[in-house]
């Protein structure tokens, strides 16, 4: 299909004012650049009660994670997000207004995670961090509001890698347990060669181009790649993960890995839900205060956390 219309006047925009990919940048001016982007808060859907940072002590030190948290009387469920910026870009502001938007509309306290970044701090780096922010807050859900027993992973971009590799490492480390599993155009194979990363180069959107950029800062070595925790695509087994939820674009150059993994995981046993968003490229959930379509997809992973994280849908099933 062609270009959404929204995301065609965007193109327009940025060719007419000389938009720079982020892949042509230092890593200094691609942060940079990243951050005048951050999307401001939306005014279409409700707001948390409460937003406040939280530091504990990391695997490398202070980390910090931002909690949102709405209006409830009773222990809600939880879901750790991770934002997306290619493991290179991106910080906890990249997906606070997401972040905001899912807290109310399933509701749910979402624990944001902050977490190093290459060039400086490689993989697993970020993996660790995540890792260990997990547990932290399954450990101390009850001091904001949280149910630790109903716990979901969620991100986008390199934040749905971040994702995928929690639940991986979480069902081979014996814990913390979770719920299900929300990736949102995850890149997910450090070297895939596929029928989206060929046809998508169009400079002024995320594209096949951008895709090696970033690999290449996260990965200090390439061999890294091959650990499930970097490409969860090349995890030798996909059984025993929680319930997914994967979202692409049909103009998005990991969409085949989407798909792939959407497929292995079923191969598996796990239940997955895929959809494939036509017309949109890479990272439509930022301009959801523009776009319908992207706010439709925020609505339906709301619905999706909301039924899987479910008081009575969690507790009374069966474990192990």
């Known amino acids: ?188 194979h450090s070297n895939m060669v596929s029928q989206s990363m060929l046809e998508n180069k169009d400079p002024m959107f995320f594209n096949a181009h951008s895709s090696a950029w970033f690999w290449n800062h996260y990965l200090a070595d390439p061999a890294d790649g091959e650990s499930p925790y970097a490409s969860p695509l090349k995890a030798a087994d996909h059984g025993g993960l929680p319930e997914a939820l994967i979202m692409t674009g049909e103009l998005c150059p990991v969409r085949d890995e989407g798909k792939a993994y959407a497929n292995a995981m079923a191969a598996a046993g796990v239940p997955v839900e895929y959809h494939q968003y036509a017309g949109l490229p890479h990272g439509f959930l930022a301009v959801a205060a523009k776009l319908q379509t992207a706010r439709e997809a925020l609505g339906l992973i709301a619905g999706f956390l909301r039924e899987r994280l479910a008081a009575d849908a969690v507790l009374c099933a069966p474990q192990g």
Do not use: K
Request: proline content about 7%.
């Open 1 to 188: 299909m062609p270009l959404d219309p929204t995301y065609a006047m965007i193109r327009r925009y940025r060719e007419a004012t000389g938009f720079t990919p982020l892949y042509q940048m230092s890593v200094a001016d691609a942060r940079r650049a990243d951050a005048e982007t951050e999307a401001v808060n939306w005014d279409w859907h409700e707001h948390p009660d409460e937003v406040f940072d939280v530091d504990f002590a990391g695997v490398a030190g202070r980390q910090t994670v931002r909690v949102y948290r709405p209006r409830s009387d009773e222990p809600l469920p939880m879901v750790l997000y991770f934002n997306g910026g290619g493991f290179v870009v991106g910080s906890l502001s990249t997906s606070d207004s997401i972040c905001r938007a899912l807290s109310t509309m399933v509701p749910c306290v979402v624990v944001s995670v902050g977490y190093r970044l290459a060039p400086e701090d490689p993989f697993p780096a970020a993996v660790e961090d995540c890792y260990a922010a997990v547990r932290w807050a399954v450990e101390h859900a009850a001091e904001f509001g949280a149910d630790s027993r109903r716990v979901a992973v969620a991100g986008d971009s390199a934040g749905g890698n971040l994702a995928a590799a929690m639940a991986l490492m979480a069902r081979d480390r014996n814990g913390p347990e979770l719920t299900t599993q929300v990736l949102v155009y995850p890149p997910l």
